[in-house]
């Protein structure tokens, strides 16, 4: 079975950092390309990032670009989120996402499966 | 304000069928045939139920359908069971400069 368990989450002030983690089993972590989504609570779907399957293109939303990192660990079946300087926008539950295939950006990709999410708040 | 127009809710009664709309432009939904949507119950992570515009995943059932004319793309689910009752969203890729995927603000599905 396919998983995806996300971790980091949390209350943190603004201006802070945090940094997500996506653990992925029950297939080949490697072959496919991997996005985190957000949503905020009670509202819609918003697209963060994505990666390839080898790290070799990353893009992000305007919103996020310059302030998170995506990176992963092929040999760790892990995916990550750096995410500095945090705002209260950002307030969100952050889900990590399986693409259909290696490239973050083809245009035929979609996403399945989702993790269960964890939730970032960011907050005085 | 989400980058693809959906309407905010919709509803039927079991038994009949429902369509929910999803507009973008000529960079996204109208760009290509490569769009796919996402039903959600509450609490819980999105599933895919449509993708390439009209394809389904093994094991979502029949009764959902997708297509697409022009920059609209359309979701189409008969036969409503209360199981139905989710929020269903839209998404693509688009050429724009300043984001890469887009997704729709969500439509809620009432089953009467």
């Known amino acids: 079975e396919v998983q995806l368990v996300e971790s980091g989450g949390g209350l943190v002030q603004p201006g802070t950092s945090l940094r997500l983690s996506c653990v992925a089993s029950g297939f080949t972590f490697d072959d496919y390309a991997m996005h985190w989504v957000r949503q905020v609570s009670g509202k819609g779907l918003e697209w963060v990032s994505g990666?390839?399957?080898?790290?070799?293109?990353?893009g992000y939303a305007a919103s996020v670009k310059g302030r998170f990192t995506i990176s992963r660990d092929n040999a760790r079946n892990s995916l990550f989120l750096q995410m500095n300087r945090l705002r209260g926008e950002d307030t969100a539950l952050y889900y990590c996402?399986?693409?259909?295939?290696?490239?973050?950006?083809?245009?035929?990709?979609?996403?399945?499966?989702w993790g269960q999410g964890t939730q970032v708040t960011v907050s005085s | 304000q989400s980058a693809l127009t959906q309407p905010a809710s919709v509803s039927g009664s079991p038994g009949q069928s429902i369509t929910i709309s999803c507009t973008g432009t000529s960079s996204d939904v109208g760009y290509h045939n490569y769009v796919s949507w996402y039903q959600q119950h509450p609490g819980k992570a999105p599933k895919v139920i449509i993708y390439?515009?009209?394809d389904r995943p093994s094991g979502v059932s029949s009764r959902f359908s997708g297509s697409k004319s022009g920059n609209t793309a359309s979701l189409t689910i008969s036969g409503l069971l209360a199981e139905d009752e989710a929020d269903y969203y839209c998404?693509?890729?688009?050429?724009?400069?300043?984001?890469?995927?887009?997704f729709g603000g969500g439509t809620k599905l009432t089953v009467l």
């Open positions: 990666i390839n399957w080898n790290s070799g293109s990353v």
């Open positions: 996402v399986k693409d259909r295939g290696t490239n973050w950006n083809y245009p035929h990709n979609w996403f399945d499966p």
């Open positions: 998404t693509s890729y688009t050429s724009r400069l300043g984001t890469s995927w887009v």
């Open positions: 390439d515009v009209s």
